[in-house]
């Protein structure tokens, strides 16, 4: 267990509406990332912070923002969610930079529906 | 680009059958590799990894050993259980010091009694 949770687990919106996913870690850890996952393309990556206020684009971004105000949160914004934003959202943490391979740890999971 | 392709499932197998999923990924240098499993309604887990060629990861009874000749990672287990059912992952490492991943599609294995 790396201490990661996800909130909320759930949640269903209508299209049009701004949606917020929140990350949480209790160790501290400087790498974060948000990945979508959808049947048949795997996890991709959304966007990923590198510490608190650095954070970049991963492959699939457009229509996402994050923010990271303090290193155990990671936001994930949908600013005006449409229909091909429903998908099970996973956060994750990463050990880069402590050994010369990345081990990630992943939250529980958001399962977002845009109706 | 950088690219993880693995077999396509679902798999099916009896309990105590032999499992091989298929993974084979675009070398660029010499990348960590990783297999993840993720049970029905969880996240994903780690279940091995293997940071050089001719490396072999193991855990649980799998394991995949890192092939740089062939560009695979190739995920075993000699005798698998129903616990074992679950969908699979491999990934390899890119993006340099960031330590991020790109990830196969995944493979769905189901094992029945």
């Known amino acids: 267990d790396a201490g990661i949770t996800q909130s909320p687990r759930h949640k269903v919106t209508e299209t049009g509406t701004p949606v917020t996913l929140r990350c949480h870690q209790t160790?501290?850890?400087?790498?974060m990332y948000w990945y979508r996952q959808d049947p048949g393309h795997g996890l991709r990556l959304i966007h990923y912070s590198y510490g608190v206020k650095d954070t970049d684009k991963g492959e699939v971004s457009d229509g996402y923002s994050v923010s990271r105000s303090k290193t155990e949160d990671f936001l994930l914004t949908l600013e005006s969610a449409t229909s091909s934003q429903t998908s099970v959202y996973f956060c994750a943490i990463g050990l880069a930079g402590v050994g010369v391979y990345n081990e990630q740890f992943f939250g529980p999971g958001t399962r977002l529906t845009v109706l | 680009g950088d690219s993880v392709t693995q077999m396509e499932g679902p798999v099916t197998l009896s309990e105590e059958a032999f499992l091989t999923i298929n993974c084979t990924y675009t070398?660029?240098?010499?990348?960590?590799l990783f297999w993840y499993v993720q049970y029905p309604g969880e996240g994903l887990q780690l279940l091995l990894k293997a940071t050089k060629a001719d490396d072999k990861g193991s855990n649980k009874g799998f394991e995949a050993t890192y092939r740089k000749e062939t560009t695979s990672f190739h995920l075993e287990k000699g005798s698998v259980q129903v616990s074992d059912s679950a969908v699979y992952f491999c990934?390899?490492?890119?993006?340099?010091?960031?330590?991020?991943?790109?990830f196969g599609k995944g493979t769905k294995l189901s094992v029945k009694p």
């Open positions: 070398a660029t240098g010499y990348p960590s």
């Open positions: 160790e501290n850890h400087r790498y």
């Open positions: 990934a390899k490492l890119y993006g340099g010091s960031q330590g991020n991943l790109i």
